[in-house]
């Protein structure tokens, strides 16, 4: 690894906690918070928001007036990341929190890369999605028993039954799995044929149910002796999204609490770079 490298992660996510950074160009703001530095590990919370646009946030619960958003207001969102920078090599692992359907890796390397490529002339630094060869093996040769079909909001009639005002008010699984001795080959067979570039099919022409319009497929692997969950939703673009909802607390305010989405992802990061071997 470059000398200085870790001088220069801690300089920069020192200078987002004290200064947000403005883009007008893509109109998104970004800083961080209680980042912390411990050799070979960063962790702390990027924080990012889009402006330009007016919307109207409203109180389901109808006890505030609804509060409209101007075009130079941004609602920030908190994102978590754990960074592992070894000693030797030209590797490093990212995990980056998503939110939902938001990812801050864009945002980020946009701003990330340039200052790099800055301090460091003639090197270029990439952030590429990543699954870890391990993963993939573990996918394609252990077989399919299980698929979680996840629709991020409820249905309609379903907040109706529950007498919620609300598709927000939860999320929807459905959970599709093998009985004992079986496994659903036909759908790995179609996942293998994607993945090598023979099918260019999206993963809704690989499992569909009707009636149920699904955001996420999620199957189960065992990493590092642990069962992970890997989203499957888009594999063209296959990477390593693992589902730690089950896995961590969440504070009253919605979002994970910092020492719990700590804890979960240092041994994650553990799993990934004994996998890697870097």
């Known amino acids: 690894m470059l000398d200085g490298v870790h001088a220069f992660f801690e300089n920069y996510f020192g200078k987002l906690q004290t200064k947000k950074i403005n883009d007008p160009s893509s109109k998104k703001v970004l800083s961080a918070k209680q980042v912390t530095s411990k050799s070979p590990n960063f962790e702390g919370l990027v924080i990012t928001g889009e402006y330009g646009y007016e919307t109207e946030l409203l109180d389901v619960k109808g006890k505030k007036k609804p509060y409209q958003r101007s075009t ?22 990212l995990l980056l929190q998503r939110f939902g359907t938001s990812g801050v890796r864009k945002t980020l390397g946009n701003n990330l890369l340039p200052e790099f490529e800055k301090q460091f002339s003639g090197v270029k630094l990439f952030i590429t999605p990543l699954i870890p060869d391990g993963l993939l093996d573990k996918l394609m040769n252990g077989g399919l028993h299980a698929i979680t079909l996840r629709k991020n909001t409820l249905p309609s009639d379903v907040c109706d039954q529950l007498n919620e005002r609300s598709i927000e008010a939860g999320r929807m699984d459905v959970v599709i799995t093998a009985k004992h001795g079986h496994v659903f080959s036909a759908i790995l067979n179609k996942i293998k044929n994607i993945l090598i570039g023979n099918d260019y099919a999206p993963i809704y022409d690989v499992i569909r149910i009707k009636g149920f319009a699904h955001d996420k497929t999620l199957v189960d692997i065992e990493l590092g002796g642990k069962k992970r969950r890997i989203d499957l939703s888009n594999l063209t673009k296959l990477r390593a999204i693992i589902d730690i909802t089950d896995d961590i607390k969440v504070a009253p305010n919605g979002h994970p609490e910092f020492e719990s989405i700590s804890s979960e992802t240092k041994k994650i990061m553990n799993d990934i770079i004994n996998t890697l071997r870097i």
């Open 72 to 93: 130079t207001e941004a609602e920030l969102l908190p994102f978590y990341f754990r960074y592992y920078i070894p000693k030797t090599g030209d590797s490093s692992v």
